[in-house]
């Protein structure tokens, strides 16, 4: 799904004026979080899993790091990243463009509770010179999420604090 196609998505929800677009590479979260200015923390990276049942995207905190042991609890199984190469055919975003809004067939959306701590996160918008500006709420809206999921580890508090350490 390209850039475009997300904005229209993102319409019907009435955030299709909130996709920002830039000159340079948003494609990682260092970079995403260059280009608009924000702490990395800030940046809500979209990963994609391999699971016995296909695809499961998980969306969380630029500074959070999967738990093998949390998303094995969650989701019956160990973290395994998509390979690069099955990325675009199972979520329907190109590497570097992954998001959440209007993913292939059935996929399962999740989001990580270390984005709760930020009333404005960053999602890409489908390419890797894009993202969009939205609060948790609206994020749960468009990305149609089946639930909060607690996977993930080693994020930051906003007071600067370690959340979780292994």
Known sequence: MSLEKV?????????????R???????????????LGVR?????????????DGCVIVVAAGDARVNNGKFKAQFG?????LPHELVE???GHPVGGVCPFGVKGEVPVYLDISLKRFDIIYPAAGNDHSAVELTCDQLERASQARGWVDVCKDWVENTGEI????
Request: charged share 25%.
């Open 21 to 35: 677009t830039f000159d340079s590479s948003s494609a990682t979260v260092a970079l995403a979080a260059q280009a």
């Open 77 to 81: 199984e160990k973290a395994r990243m």
């Open 163 to 166: 959340q979780e350490k292994d």
């Open 7 to 19: 904005i229209e998505y993102l319409v019907p929800y009435g955030y299709g004026d909130k996709v």
């Open 89 to 91: 055919e199972m979520t």
């Open 40 to 52: 990395e923390a800030m940046i809500a990276k979209t990963l994609s899993f391999l699971t016995k």
